[in-house]
């Protein structure tokens, strides 16, 4: 009612607010997702970033990074279409660390102008991981046998059901060396002189906020609703970008709010999810204090 009865004010007598669009992007980073293990990703995302960046009047978007990581891939995605918007809509970005943001994750948090982390979040983690489970023994003492067909030899590389091949494993971190230079080369391109000479940078350690604050992996400390205050002045409005809600946008995922709902979907993420479940609670686990 207060913001009807200013609008029927003349604008001379109005005290205008600033109104800040607020995008909170939290959870494991990957492709797909189901209605009950719902992941991040850039087709979950995508609307609530396109509709923040419309506002017009607004001077900044905000952006709230909390993700252990995840995949390279849906990282680099957020983080371009983000770097996309910003350069179209003429818009500053400032990305907040409330608890972690962590590989995948701080890639992401760099798409921002400016990174504002809790002094005892998680930042860092500039590395790449890949992690599976080898059940050969399991397998044998069970009495399966594992029959795999291929055309080219190297088809059927690091299946958790034969035993690891030196050669592959090999293969694997070459692989892996070049998603991580990747990674380094995009935070120093979007950190530069700010980055701290120190030798563990690019190891995959992770820090408190305040650590990283010294080693210039953020900007400032501080939380998101003190920040815009103190920047933009009292007179804020925080809007907060949430996918709409009701089967009607479930399923036909406006906003970029996932993939619809039906019986089918709930049977396959609980039969097919379990490791998948296993790994992200892993990837957590490692930030908790």
């Not at 009865?5 to 109104?19: A, G, I, N, Q, T």
């Not at 371009?80 to 990305?95: G, H, M, N, S, Y």
């Not at 088809?155 to 494993?169: G, H, I, R």
């Not at 009701?246 to 019986?263: K, P, S």
Request: a positive charge.
């Amino acid at each position: 009612m207060n913001r009807f009865l200013r609008r029927l004010l003349p604008r001379s007598m109005r005290k205008e607010e600033v109104v800040i669009p607020v995008v909170r992007l939290n959870g494991m980073i990957m492709a797909g997702g189901s209605p009950l293990r719902p992941s991040l990703n850039l087709a979950s995302c995508a609307g609530l970033l396109d509709k923040a960046f419309s506002f017009k009047a607004a001077p900044a978007v905000a952006i709230s990074v909390n993700s252990p990581g995840g995949s390279p891939v849906q990282s680099r995605l957020i983080y371009q279409r983000i770097r996309d918007l910003a350069a179209e809509k003429k818009k500053t970005v400032l990305v907040f660390v409330e608890d972690v943001a962590a590989s995948g994750g701080y890639m992401i948090a760099i798409a921002g102008d400016e990174i504002i982390a809790d002094p005892s979040s998680i930042v860092g983690s500039i590395g790449v991981v890949s992690a599976s489970f080898g059940f050969q023994d399991l397998i044998a003492k069970l009495g399966i046998e594992r029959r795999v067909h291929t055309a080219g030899e190297n088809k059927a590389v690091l299946d958790p059901f034969k035993p690891e091949k030196p050669e592959d494993v090999e293969r694997l971190k070459a692989l892996q060396l070049e998603v991580h230079q990747t990674f380094i080369d995009l935070v120093k391109t979007r950190r530069g002189a700010k980055l701290a000479e120190d030798p563990e940078l690019f190891t995959g350690v992770f820090w408190a906020g305040k650590r990283g604050y010294a080693l210039g992996l953020v900007d400032a400390l501080g939380d998101l609703r003190g920040t815009l205050k103190a920047r933009y002045g009292e007179n804020i409005r925080l809007r907060v970008i949430t996918p709409p809600k009701g089967l009607l946008g479930r399923r036909f995922g406006f906003l970029g709010a996932g993939a619809g709902f039906n019986a089918p979907d709930v049977a396959g993420a609980a039969a097919s999810g379990l490791i998948s479940a296993l790994d992200e609670e892993a990837a957590w686990s490692r930030y908790r204090l």
